[in-house]
């Protein structure tokens, strides 16, 4: 029974979620130094890898050739990386909707694992990066082909040990990744999900009503701005006045979302990339930590009877943390300790 007894206790002011959610999206701050590497996927596209490696301290002192960046997406200098580090571990570390490598619970997380002994590479999903990418297709919570790119690509560099950290729509990604009808390499060896919306269509719901409201105005403009970028290379399918009918988030993914990645519609996509029907099939420990009081998540996203009757499901539900929101002492959050703790406990991690 891998129900999980949750230890977080948070300061009194983020025992509220949205407080919590807030804070820790906007302002909390973990700057480290990072390293970039674009790879090429197999359908000629591109992803974005911002690297970190192992570290004594936080300096991390690198080379010239750091790359640092705000919330805004900017452009950043492209180079080779040929593992600096000694270190046979590697975390890939992939970011939730319209996030990127630089948010403070990518750094944060590839941070606390690189002072453990673990490089982190931290995945920009296709168009995430500041560089629009290049086919019509982006990214969804359900690409797990792009997914076991990088898990190939980080094998062939040497890594003995391979673990998933998914925040958000990463999580959710990742929970699929584990549990569809793949050959997982045997490099791969854990995986936790944090904040993970298991059921794609009830956690919409929840976005979308009147209590998140300004979330989702946020996350709709930025998905349409990134659409108007687009456009500049695929005019003819990507109309003002199509734009223009996206009035909600649940139009983009009617509009764009399920065309541009071959599905019939919204309903279509949501039903086939929930990952909550895949946890059954689960082929490494994953660990799912969701806060009961996460605004965005509903029952889907707390698979309580399987994870009783699945030996690989660890289920932890913490009475607070929001969306993402788990402050903890000395600026590092309680998931990230909680995601280094399970890798220890689940893995061939020494």
Not at 300 to 309: K, L, S
Not at 317 to 343: C, Q, T, W
Request: charged share 25%; proline share 4%; with cysteine.
């Amino acid at each position: 029974m891998p129900l999980v007894r949750a230890t977080y206790r948070p300061p009194f002011l983020f025992k509220s979620a949205h407080y919590a959610t807030v804070w820790c999206g906007l302002f909390r701050k973990v700057d480290i130094p990072q390293k970039r590497e674009r790879i090429t996927l197999p359908d000629g596209d591109f992803l974005d890898l911002d690297w970190s490696f192992q570290s004594t301290d936080n300096s991390q002192s690198t080379s010239a050739s750091l790359l640092r960046r705000s919330s805004s997406a900017t452009k950043a200098e492209r180079l080779p990386v040929d593992r600096p580090s000694n270190s046979s571990s590697v975390a890939i570390l992939l970011h939730g909707l319209e996030g990127h490598a630089q948010r403070p619970y990518m750094t944060g997380n590839a941070n606390w694992l690189n002072q453990h002994g673990i490089d982190a590479c931290a995945v920009n999903f296709r168009g995430c990066s500041g560089e629009t990418n290049k086919l019509y297709r982006s990214y969804h919570s359900g690409a797990t082909e792009d997914l076991d790119a990088v898990v190939q690509h980080l094998i062939a560099k040497g890594y003995d040990k391979v673990y998933l950290v998914g925040i958000s729509l990463g999580g959710n990604m990742l929970l699929k990744y584990l549990g569809e009808e793949r050959e997982v390499p045997e490099q791969v060896q854990a995986g936790i999900a944090i904040s993970a919306p298991c059921d794609l269509y009830a956690s919409l719901q929840c976005i979308m009503s009147f209590e998140n409201t300004l979330y989702a105005k946020r996350f709709k403009d930025h998905l349409v701005a990134k659409l108007y970028r687009k456009q500049k290379l695929y005019p003819k399918k990507l109309t003002n006045g199509t734009i223009n009918e996206i009035k909600n988030l649940k139009d983009f993914d009617d509009i764009y979302t399920s065309k541009a990645h071959g599905f019939a519609d919204a309903m279509d996509y949501y039903e086939q990339c929930s990952s909550g029907q895949f946890l059954s099939r689960l082929k490494r420990p994953a660990l799912l930590l969701n806060a009961k009081d996460d605004t965005f998540l509903k029952d889907g996203c707390y698979p309580i009877d399987e994870a009783r009757r699945n030996p690989k499901l660890f289920l932890e539900m913490p009475k607070y943390g929001g969306h993402v929101g788990f402050v903890g002492e000395d600026n590092v959050a309680y998931s990230e300790r909680r995601v280094l703790e399970f890798i220890k406990e689940n893995s061939a991690f020494k």
